[in-house]
């Protein structure tokens, strides 16, 4: 086997049938270890890239094992039959799949290399030549940009934004992959029609970019705070109503020109 | 491509609609006395004569005098009952139980029935003249004891064949369409004339050829009585629409079926008579329109290419009928109706696939039927859909929409495992491609077929129960006396052990099958049927008697996962691993698993017991087998017994289970599903044809899992069985494609009476045109990997439970259950538990 195949990385989960991120049915592979801190998370335990317990439904779960690129496509494999018939694939998620850089890369070449299409779910937080690397394997990007304010990004995701608007810049033109923009509809942080307005300006003069996803905000991960003992501090929000959504998505489409969606 | 052009464009429903079916719901069904006064006086006047002379006039003296209703706003008529969905009796298969359940029929959870005192009294009058004359009793005297004794003891139940009429069958629709039964009949005129009466089969061909002639009299007799009420209603009726509807349908009535149809309308008339007569001359259930797209298509086209009928008026036409279908009733007995619960009659309808030669010939019927589902949303026609790759993808997008209301409709069927699979039983290929789907899951060629679907639920973790004991249940020797579990050294013992039990009981199975098959042929055969099933108008022959083309038997098997699950954790545990003997496995069986044990299980130990002390020589009064029922329930209570259920349930639990896609356990589970399905297709049926096996349960799974002790896959005791080839409930926890993928692992084809696997989604999984169109992938990816069957639940958890809650506001929540949909509210309230714990699927974030 080549070796490439062996590269070791560190996942919390793989998720099949997965319907609603990028074309087709698909598999996520979530990979362990983020860059940012977002308040709204989701995915909590997705955060650190040190393995944890988590509390869940009264018992103590592992979160986080290691695996071989070969392992993870044994278990990718079983479903190639649905992404013939559905034009789906895989799809790396996270935390950031560019915290692991050569598994994320050895994982989507090995997919492409077995003819399975490739996508990857990610804030282009990382040097830019990482992500070069990355995008000869990759499909369709699915590029996060949660907001356009550098200051009010940090307070909310602990980090600044300057970085991952130059990576998108970079990705758009390089024009290796397909290009999507996701935007989290978080109230209290972006849900004002202004500030989508403004990352959908902004998505409209990126070149390449197909679609802008707008994912409505959902609480579904509470409960995974409290399971690894920590605060969730977005407890009193609720997600934003499906009128106030549909609003959005008018609002995006007629600032940038391009076609949006509500969810993946 | 396809051989026809088809529009897929939505059709409004009528209001007409709307009202049929609140007219049909209004009032809980009633049982009516009518049939079972006919047939008995006509029998009486009849018994010097042939049996199927008998049958014939028995029909045509019901269809002379039975009260005939044209309901309010119907456009296509003819009703077995007065009241809406009513339902006649049918004494000749059996009546007794009908008679104990008189006062508690109205009040059982499932599928109850009015009945009135007035009826009871007529029935009991009725009744009195068949004590010793019924199929049930005459098969009872075919039984060995054995067979008997396996039967009270829950082994399997023949019960819908051994109480009832057989039913499951698709006749020549096509036949009485094209020239009528004045056709018909002069084609039995010409055959009768033809015979002679030196020849060998003549007195059996004759008499057969006369029954027809009689049969097709009396239909033909019956519709001229609805052209004449049609007439007289006209005359009296003060709206000039409904006056103009009335006439026209006198004039169909007047015409058809006695003449072949000439418009589309007249077609739909026509087709309706043969379905509802079909079930008034025996109490069959699961009589299947079968491919209604095909054959009412050339009506449909000339009448369109002449510009005498708007594709709106077509719908309509095809809605009444689908509201008509559920104007159909049975009342089952109290057990059987739990296992078929829903007030369900199985008239399976299929839509799309291939002809003879082997091309698509989905058309613009082939998506109104559709249409009618999404309009209707009732549980009446089961409905099908036939997949293959040449299918048009427009058809299964619409299919998927259908899916989508959460009416547990289409059921998706595979032509590319069912036709090789029919072939593989003697079937030509030409008329394996026209296959259609009986009741819940078998598949048939139409017009040729006595398939005798159907035939019994197999419970297939009761024999792993009689390796445990031996061949003993309830201290009586029911299956062979395998090896002592304590002295069995390797796993292929166990496992031997198994195969022996079950191939024991099987031949059991086989002989109460072959029993009841011989009562129907002496004492039911049915003319009607017959004439429209070749080659019995050749032959001379009923169905019953083995007219048909091609005759199968089709038992259904049900708990491969369960068994799959159980054999594969004592593979592991004891054998692989040694964590847990054999003897230990055998402890916590019987103690269920320190869980407690059900009532039958505290009678069935104590029985036992006290019988193994009496045949040592003791004595043994009340008193001792108070003493020992004592026994029985504090050693199951002990902490010591429940600590070791637990550590032994843990283990269990850690064991690689069907459903996941681990091709191991997968490979090892169509093992299992062979001990059933190989043993079965060796044996033959006194019609000529061999058994095949299905592999589904109906609902069945939930009332004969409650007979079913603790089996090593760590299912308690009285719950349900796993359904059909579905994993064990809750133990697929990987998603719908890895369930799919280990089902996919199961040999189709052998089982080719039927698979069945179930899925259930939450709306969410289909939403949008997108959300249709990976659904539509999911099936054909299963089907690529030669899955047979694939059927849908779309609704949440919390709408179900809400359901249970004010069932008041849910009359018309349809859920699909097993091989059907039927009315949720309807259903027991173990069914009802059991279909909202199924893992629910593809609820993604």
Known sequence: MEDYRQTKGRIFDIQKFSIHDGDGIRTIVFLKGCVLRCRWCCNPESQEYAIQTMRVAGEEKVIGRDVTVAEVMETVEQDRPYYYRSGGGLTLSGGESLCQPEFAGALLRAAKESGISTAMESMACADFGVIEKILPYLDHYLLDIKHMDPAKHKEFTGRSNELMLENAEKIARSGQSRLSIRVPVIPTFNDSEEEIRAIARYAGNLPNVEKIHLLPYHRLGQDKYDGLGREYRMRDIVPPEAGHMQELKRAAEAESGLACQIGG | ????????????????????????????????????????????????????????????????????????????????TIAPRGCQTYPEFSYEWLEAEFDTVAGRSADPFYISEEAKREIKEADRYWKGKTTSELATSYMEPETLTAMEHNMFTPGNYFYNGVGHVTVQYEKVLAVGYEGIRSEAERRLAECDFGDGNYARKSRFLQAVIISCNAVIAYAQRYAELAGKMAQECGDEARKAELLQISKNCGRVPAKGAETFYEACQSFWFVQQLLQLESSGHSISPGRFDQYMYPYYEKDRKNGTLSREFAQELIDCIWVKLNDLNKCRDAVSAEGFAGYSLFQNLIAGGQNGDGVDVTNDLSFMTIQASMHVQLPQPSFSVRVWNGSPHEFLVKAAELTRTGVGLPAYYNDEVII???????????????????????????????????????????????????????????????????????????????????????????????????????????????????????????????????????????????????????????????????????????TNYGKGLTKEMIGDMTTQIAASLKSAGQEIGEKEVAAIMKTVMETAEMPAVKEKGEKLLKLIADVPKFGNDIPEVDAFARDVAYTYTRPLQEYKNPRGGIFQAGLYPVSANVPLGAQTGATPDGR????????????????????????????????????????????????????????????????????DQKGSHMQFNVVSRETLLDAQKNPDKYKHLVVRVAGYSALFTTLSRSLQDDIINRTEQGFNY
């Not at chain 2, 269809?63 to 209703?69: G, K, M, S, V, Y």
């Not at chain 2, 409930?729 to 996919?744: E, L, Q, Y």
């Not at chain 2, 009476?753 to 990976?774: C, D, I, M, V, Y």
């Open chain 2, 1 to 80: 491509m396809g051989l026809y052009q088809y529009e897929a464009s939505d059709i409004k429903k009528t209001k007409r609609i709307d009202r049929l079916i609140a007219n049909l719901f209004a009032k809980m069904p009633e049982i009516e006395s009518a049939r079972a006064r006919l047939i008995t006086e006509s029998y009486r006047m009849t018994e010097e004569e042939p049996m199927i002379i008998r049958r014939a006039k028995a029909f045509a003296h019901i269809l002379e005098n039975i009260p005939i209703i044209i309901r309010e706003d119907e456009l296509v008529v003819g009703s077995s």
């Open chain 2, 420 to 590: 090789p699979a029919l072939q593989n039983r003697g079937l030509t290929l030409q008329d394996a491609r026209e296959y259609n789907i009986i009741g819940c899951v078998e598949p048939q060629k139409a017009g040729k077929t006595e398939g005798w679907h159907d035939a019994a639920f197999f419970n297939m973790c009761r024999p792993l129960e009689l390796v445990f004991s031996q061949g003993m249940d309830r201290g009586v020797p029911v299956g062979v006396k395998t090896k002592a579990v304590e002295e069995m050294q390797t796993f292929e013992e166990f496992y031997d052990a198994y195969k022996e039990q079950m191939n024991y009981m099987i031949k059991l199975l086989v002989n109460a099958d072959n029993a009841i098959d011989v009562a129907h042929a002496e004492r039911c055969p049915l003319p009607f049927l017959s004439c429209m099933v070749d080659d019995c108008m050749e032959r001379g022959l009923s169905v019953q008697e083995g007219g048909a083309v091609y005759n199968f038997t089709g038992p259904q098997g049900f708990g491969v996962a369960n068994m799959a699950d159980s054999l594969y954790a004592v593979k592991t545990l004891v054998f692989d691993e040694q964590k847990v003997t054999l003897k230990e496995y055998k402890e916590a069986l019987s």
């Open chain 2, 716 to 783: 308690l005791a009285g719950t349900p069985v796993a359904d059909g080839v579905s994993p064990s409930a809750g133990k697929d926890v990987n998603g719908p494609t890895a369930a799919a993928n280990s089902v996919a692992r199961l040999d189709h084809y052998i089982a080719s009476n039927g698979t069945l696997f179930n899925q259930k989604f939450h709306p969410s999984a289909l939403s949008g045109r997108e959300g249709l169109e990976k659904f539509v992938a999911l099936i054909r990816a299963y089907f």
